[in-house]
């Protein structure tokens, strides 16, 4: 594995899953709206760590909660193709065996290079956080 694959795979594992602050109309089972507390003096306005795939704990495993997680993971990637560190990404989250739930991320680079990564017990990382 090249250093460029071992830094991709960690900048999309730290945005998957490290718990961004929710928004303010997202349900919330208590007051705890998670987030780094970095996210509160961001060098760019806006800029978030992380994504809320961490509010779908209390859900079931219905197609809202497949779109929604592919939603969530959709939000927090999206900075590298802002920021131009690849070209293209493409999520897809499908259920896993009975009680879970698989999550495959797809970067294509500028030069037509791709990266799949797949996590294949999202569920249970959601969870377990």
Known sequence: MTDREQLLRRAVTISLFSWRRANDDDDLDDSDRQGWWGDSVPTVAGDQIGSRLWLLRRRSLVPDTFKDAKDYADEALAWMVADGIVAEVTVTVERYGING???????????????????EDTWSLINAL
């Open 101 to 119: 739930m698989r999550m495959r991320v797809l970067l294509i680079e500028a030069n037509g290079e791709t990266l799949e990564l797949a996590f």
